[in-house]
């Protein structure tokens, strides 16, 4: 099967995670990469094509940003989501690659080989880690956990997420930071996070946790259209109530700060 191939690169390539690295700056020191950033993301455009020949890329790295059509495959790469986290070895970094046909999200692999967690979903056949089928918590609002971030690379949309933040705080029960979203959609997919809102976000941090997500039976979407060339707003939810709740605030944000 195509995602079972897919699995085993994604495996492959993070042996490559565990060898000594380099580390640069893309644009600020709040966004690095590292050799192995690099090092994964070749090893998967190569081993890819290999099994979807046809398919085009749009991953993290600049080398892999194609044209293409609504109608084209498409592998949607992360190569290492969270990159700060790895380079700080907090063992919160993932290999995150999504496979869109016709525009679709078909198929979601999200990898953590530092505790040997595959998260897995194709469309129409539920979510899973490793082999276990896994579904969203149905914790009301006032017992949830919310994962959220706080523009790092994008600073002076900060205030945005502060308020968020501090408008749902009482609504809650805690909040959390773990520095990659791919990771913290598929903590929601298997009942360990409850929300999650991300002001600037690029497809390739959450296109394979968007699938993972909703085949767990959760809700998530973007404010406003999603976009392939510029950031997306994310949030997402276990239930929809909680859901609609985060919705409102974040609007709600976006409309006092952007006047």
Request: aromatic share 12%; net charge negative; with cysteine.
């Amino acid at each position: 099967m195509l995602i079972e191939e897919i699995i085993k690169i994604v495996k492959d390539a993070s042996k490559l995670m565990k060898v000594d690295f380099s580390v640069e700056e893309k644009g600020s020191s709040s966004n690095l990469v590292t050799s192995a950033d690099k090092n994964v993301q070749e090893y998967l455009h190569i081993e890819l094509r290999k099994i979807v020949h046809e398919a085009k890329f749009f991953a993290e790295e600049n080398a892999l940003k194609e044209t293409f059509g609504k109608e084209d495959k498409i592998f949607i790469i992360d190569p290492i989501d969270g990159t700060a986290n790895f380079v700080h070895k907090l063992g919160l970094s993932v290999i995150s690659v999504a496979l869109m046909i016709d525009n679709e999200i078909k198929i979601g692999v999200i990898y953590n080989p530092f505790t040997d967690e595959c998260f897995y979903a194709e469309k129409g056949k539920g979510a899973y880690l490793n082999d276990t089928r896994i579904h969203v918590s149905n914790r009301e609002l006032k017992y949830s956990l919310l994962a959220t971030s706080f523009s790092c690379y994008e600073k002076q949309y900060a205030n945005i997420c502060f308020d968020v933040l501090n408008n749902l705080y009482p609504l809650i029960s805690d909040m959390r930071r773990l520095g990659s979203c791919a990771l913290e959609l598929c903590y929601i997919a298997a009942g360990r996070l409850d929300l999650y809102y991300e002001y600037c976000l690029q497809i390739y941090d959450f296109a394979a946790g968007y699938l993972i997500l909703k085949e767990a039976g959760g809700y998530i979407e973007t404010i406003g259209n999603l976009s392939f060339t510029s950031a997306n707003q994310l949030i997402a939810a276990n239930r929809l109530d909680n859901f609609e709740i985060l919705k409102k605030q974040v609007i709600e944000s976006n409309a006092k700060y952007q006047k």
